[in-house]
């Protein structure tokens, strides 16, 4: 992986990162990288998160095995985003739906 450097600056040494479906495009989550997250993303090859609530970082799957295994990562324009392509290993919300975003407002 090339290395990239990130815009940690914007948001207090957070970027977000949106999660999809590496084969139907279908978002699946959201959460926020530090550098930390961002190292051990690349290196493990599973989305790593920095959990604001909790204070600590976070693999997703990590307690339910529903894993995000990275396929691909794209950089904004701005340096300051993530869109990871991924390929879910099991539903992605802690709800057990596939994504996060299943709630329609209507």
Request: include cysteine.
């Amino acid at each position: 992986m090339t290395d990239i450097k990130l815009n940690f600056k914007k948001m207090n040494g957070l970027i977000p990162a949106i999660v999809q479906d590496f084969k139907t495009n279908e978002v699946l989550m959201f959460g926020f990288m530090n550098e930390e997250a961002w190292e051990r993303t690349k290196k493990l090859g599973k989305v790593t998160f920095w959990s604001r609530t909790r204070n600590k970082l976070w693999t997703k799957g990590e307690t339910s095995g529903n894993f995000l295994i990275v396929k691909n990562i794209y950089l904004d324009c701005d340096d300051d985003t993530l869109l990871i392509k991924a390929e879910p290993k099991g539903p992605t919300c802690h709800t057990k739906n596939k994504t996060c975003f299943f709630k329609e407002i209507k």
